[in-house]
C-alpha cells in the first residue's frame, strides 16, 4: 500500500509539473484551459510567473515527499491546493455556480485527499 501512495503523490507531482511548465513555455494556449485571458506583456509575464510558481512549487514538494516518504514535505502542496479550493468556495458564493466550476474542485479534493492519507502513511513510516 505504500508504495501505491507513492506513485499516487508520484502523479500528482508530475501532474503539477507539467501544467506549471505550460505555462511557462506556452502561457496563452494554458491560459484558455483555466479561462483565463492574458492581457498584454503583464498578463503574459503573470501567467509565466505566478502559475509555474503555484505548480511547480506544489509538484516539486509532492515528489519531494514521495520520494523520501517526507509528511513534511507534502505539507506545502496540501496548503497550495486547500487555499486555491477556498478560493473557488468563495467564488462559487460570490459569482455563482457554472457547471464548468465543479470539475476542477474535484481535481483540487481528490488530491488533497490523496496527499492527506500519504502524510498519513509517511508519516508512520518515520
Request: proline share 6%; charged share 10%.
Amino acid at each position: 500500500m505504500a508504495a501505491v501512495t507513492r506513485l499516487l503523490v508520484a502523479g500528482i507531482g508530475l501532474f503539477n509539473i507539467a501544467i506549471g511548465l505550460m505555462f511557462l513555455l506556452n502561457p496563452a494556449g494554458a491560459a484558455g484551459g483555466f479561462f483565463l485571458i492574458p492581457d498584454g506583456s503583464q498578463g503574459m509575464a503573470t501567467l509565466r510567473a505566478d502559475f509555474p510558481g503555484f505548480f511547480i512549487t506544489g509538484g516539486s514538494f509532492a515528489l519531494i515527499g514521495a520520494v523520501q516518504k517526507d509528511a513534511r514535505a507534502l505539507l506545502v502542496p496540501l496548503m497550495l491546493l486547500a487555499i486555491a479550493i477556498a478560493g473557488r468556495g468563495v467564488s462559487l458564493l460570490a459569482d455563482g455556480a457554472p457547471p464548468t466550476a465543479f470539475p476542477p474542485m474535484v481535481v483540487e479534493a481528490v488530491m488533497i485527499l490523496i496527499l492527506l492519507l500519504a502524510r498519513r502513511s509517511f508519516g508512520r513510516a518515520a
